[in-house]
């Protein structure tokens, strides 16, 4: 899916991150938004204002909440059940809406 993939120890680069993250969040930069596919289309278009738009086309869910965790992104908007433990201590979700289907 044209992603990378780092090899070794990445402590630096996640450090980094999080200082980029921190900077953006501090300084009142736009922060970063993934969508999970369909949602993005849906619930993202256009991009709220203040954000910049990253991924669309995540199709699966460990890899985002990894950039959320390292803090490559800001936000994700995904699809239930694709979301964080109910009880995960570093990230909060936030339901948006829900769909019936009957």
């Known amino acids: 899916m044209g992603e990378w993939e780092l ?14 993250q921190r900077w953006r969040w501090d300084k009142q930069q736009p922060l970063r938004l993934e969508v999970q596919h ?5 619930l993202c278009h256009p991009v709220p204002e203040g954000w910049i738009s990253g991924n669309f086309d995540f199709f699966d869910y460990q890899r985002p909440i990894e950039l959320l965790r390292k803090g490559v992104i800001d936000a994700w908007v ?4 694709d979301i964080p433990d109910h009880d995960d201590v570093e990230i909060a979700s936030i339901r948006l809406n829900r769909i019936l289907l009957s």
Request: glycine fraction near 8%; charge should be negative; avoid cysteine.
């Open 7 to 20: 090899i070794g120890d990445t402590t630096s680069l996640d450090l980094e991150r999080k200082v980029h």
């Open 78 to 81: 995904a699809s239930y059940p």
């Open 38 to 42: 369909w949602s993005g289309s849906a």
